[in-house]
């Protein structure tokens, strides 16, 4: 019997490579689609899929009309911050600095139809030494409120119905050794030599380098993956990424990063995947092996059961009232997870749990956490 996750996955590869859909029966229970693909943020997809589906296997109309009131939302959503993407550039620019733009909107360009990618935030990487002027600049220009947030990572603020978060660090891994050899590399990629340019509607914007770009994709995902969720978005792109780059991307300087960082049995996890669940062609995923396939599909399990951000899980079970006993809650709960996908990695998830206890001393300590 097909299940209900089979069928998504079967319409987001006719998406995704524009080929005929999979075999599917006359009785699917279609509102269990649906909500899968929400739960995934893969709504834009599934409704390319559906194209490809003739008539007579396809939803009711109410589905349907549900289905085409999310995609108008959604193009709208793309237009909207690709216009906010053009004002925070423009701004930061007449203040010499020039960011470059970590995945979402960029990663949209990838797919064979960018608006079918669900939109995020826009997120711009300024690093260290450009930091702190990013941030005055943009308290200048959009003013501050409730909509401003600092982290260790990076500041955010609500840009008129958009989110933009100017990044000093692009992303953090387990292990303190490997992250110290991440964020040396992280800035050393991060050069102008090493940039290239993209036009998104008209916008100019920097992206960071395949070399780079092939890791941090994957690493933002399998971070959102240890701390608190993931959904298959993000994975679909990283797939689209590898797929339409895997030429740009040298096999054995990629070896050599994922090794030093101890990332490569996520690689082939990921890998795994890609080509198995998705429908990337082998012969366009790097050191693709087929190993890691037990963890893939219990990677894949977790994923399937969190949904996006891991907001499916217990996570989004009722929290005590007032601050502390959020806080213990939300604790409790982000404990249970860990443990619950320490089987996936352990290596990885015991670091990535010291790292959580960590951050969230480090931002009390500090006082980014407010109260």
């Given at each position: 019997m097909i299940g209900s996750r089979d069928i998504l996955l079967s319409l987001v590869r006719s998406a995704l490579w524009n080929v005929p859909v999979d075999s599917v029966p006359s009785d699917v229970k279609w509102e269990k689609v649906f909500r899968l693909a929400r739960q995934q943020t893969l709504l834009g997809l599934l409704a390319s899929g559906l194209q490809n589906l003739p008539s007579d296997r396809k939803p009711d109309n109410k589905l349907l009309r549900q289905l085409q009131a999310y995609v108008v939302k959604n193009i709208q959503a793309h237009s909207l911050m690709?216009?906010?993407?053009?004002?925070?550039?423009?701004v930061l620019r007449e203040e010499g600095i020039e960011p470059v733009l970590l995945k979402g909107h960029g990663l949209a360009q990838n797919y064979p139809d960018p608006l079918s990618r669900q939109c995020g935030d826009v997120d711009l990487y300024v690093g260290k030494d450009g930091y702190q002027r990013a941030v005055e600049v943009c308290l200048k220009r959009f003013g501050t409120g409730d909509h401003e947030m600092v982290n260790l990572k990076h500041y955010h603020f609500d840009n008129q119905g958009i989110t933009v978060e100017l990044h000093k660090i692009a992303a953090i891994?387990?292990?303190?050794?490997?992250?110290?050899?991440?964020?040396?590399?992280?800035?050393?990629?991060?050069?102008?030599?090493?940039?290239?340019?993209?036009?998104?509607?008209?916008?100019?914007?920097?992206?960071?380098?395949?070399?780079?770009?092939?890791?941090?994709?994957?690493?933002?995902?399998?971070?959102?993956?240890?701390?608190?969720?993931?959904?298959?978005?993000?994975?679909?792109?990283?797939?689209?990424?590898?797929?339409?780059?895997?030429?740009?991307?040298?096999?054995?300087?990629?070896?050599?990063?994922l090794k030093a960082f101890g990332l490569t049995r996520v690689w082939h996890m990921f890998s795994w995947i890609a080509v198995n669940e998705l429908g990337l062609p082998k012969h366009e995923c790097p050191l693709y092996s087929g190993k890691c396939s037990a963890d893939a599909k219990r990677m894949m399990d977790v994923i399937w059961t969190d949904g996006n951000f891991g907001r499916y899980s217990e996570r989004d079970s009722k929290s005590p009232d007032g601050y502390v006993g959020g806080k213990l809650h939300s604790m409790k709960v982000t404990i249970r997870r860990f443990f619950r996908i320490m089987p996936v990695y352990p290596s990885q998830v015991l670091p990535a749990l010291v790292l959580y206890f960590l951050t969230g001393i480090y931002q009390f300590a500090r006082g980014l956490v407010r109260i």
């Open positions: 690709t216009e906010r993407l053009r004002q925070t550039l423009d891994i387990p292990g303190v050794f490997k992250n110290a050899r991440f964020q040396k590399w992280t800035c050393s990629r991060m050069v102008p030599s090493e940039l290239r340019k993209v036009d998104i509607e008209g916008v100019q914007a920097m992206l960071p380098s395949h070399r780079f770009d092939a890791v941090y994709i994957m690493v933002h995902a399998w971070h959102h993956f240890l701390e608190g969720g993931v959904g298959l978005r993000q994975i679909c792109d990283w797939t689209m990424y590898v797929h339409k780059f895997h030429s740009c991307i040298d096999a054995d300087v990629l070896k050599s990063d």
